[in-house]
């Protein structure tokens, strides 16, 4: 059965979009995880909305003008929090609710038969990707790829601690700056898999997942990308062998149910960390007490 899907062009560009998603939503997540900013997905989300919105409007392409919008409001945003006395809570719920005014404001002036398309991006529609979404998807998501290639070690630096790395010498306004247009462009690589309503789930809920079963930074999230590929792989093909469930669903139901379960694994993990350490300080207890 699987080896006629793979023959299928529909499952070759929707696998193919599975794929980068799920590795590009865990990867930048892990940075927005660690910097406790987990709903900035969701803000980028609703301010994509406009984006979309305003492609429908105009007749142009709704991903690019999403992309454009996305990482405008993802800016504005940051500024917003870095500079003013606004928190990032704060700045958050104004990205949610500006996204959400703007795309409701410009689908409601935008030619008829918006709304039906709107739905694809809203929930995700990954059987309907065209090869023109992945040649946009598969550059966005390299773009993504070399930022955390590239900048990864100051980025965590930055997620760690923000004054550290400012006292370090880092351009600590620049590296906030490019999580937050990283995050944006993540956000519309995801729009067309999982819907603008759940990406925020993809890109935090590998990561929390990860966590529970490891403690560096890299395992976390070599993981965290392993749980992000398997849950949209699983999701793709959940949906494809059933036509009434839907794809962004499946995704995000099958990484809970992974994070789920790396609870109950988390414990026996943590607890023979426990046992591994304390046998290996027996040996230095021994030799204190023979000295």
């Known amino acids: 059965m699987i080896f006629e899907l793979l023959q299928e062009e529909l499952f070759q560009l929707a696998l193919v979009a599975a794929l980068l998603v799920g590795l590009c939503a865990p990867a930048v997540g892990t940075f927005i995880v660690q910097r406790r900013l987990a709903l900035l997905g969701d803000g980028v989300g609703h301010i994509a909305l406009t984006g979309v919105a305003l492609g429908f409007l105009t007749g142009t392409a709704p991903v690019l003008t999403a992309v454009i919008v996305s990482v405008v409001g993802a800016v504005a945003i940051e500024l917003v929090r870095a500079r003013g006395r606004t928190s990032g809570d704060v700045a958050l719920a104004l990205l949610f609710y500006g996204g959400i005014a703007g795309g409701v404001m410009l689908m409601g002036i935008a030619p008829g038969g918006s709304n039906a398309k709107l739905n694809s991006y809203l929930f995700g529609a990954i059987a ?9 998807i598969g550059a966005l998501a390299v773009a993504v790829i070399a930022v955390v290639l590239i ?27 490019l999580i937050a247009v990283t995050a944006a462009l993540t956000v519309v690589i995801a729009m067309r898999v999982v819907g603008l309503l759940l990406v925020s789930a993809l890109m935090v809920i590998p990561v929390a997942t990860s966590q529970q079963l490891t403690r560096g930074f890299r395992s976390t999230m070599a993981l965290a990308v392993l749980f992000g590929v398997l849950a ?17 669903a499946a995704i995000v139901l099958l990484a809970l149910a992974g994070f789920v379960l790396a609870l109950g694994v988390g414990k026996f993990v943590r607890r023979a960390r426990i046992q591994e350490s304390t046998v290996s300080e027996r040996p230095k207890l021994r030799v204190e007490e023979v000295a």
């Open 128 to 136: 309907s990707v065209t090869p023109q979404d992945i040649w946009v």
């Open 151 to 177: 900048f990864g070690r100051e980025l965590f630096v930055l997620c760690q601690d923000e004054e550290m790395a400012r006292a370090s010498g880092l351009p600590v306004r620049f590296l906030s700056l």
């Open 232 to 248: 949209s792989v699983g999701g793709l093909l959940a949906s494809t062998y059933s036509a009434k469930v839907p794809p962004g």
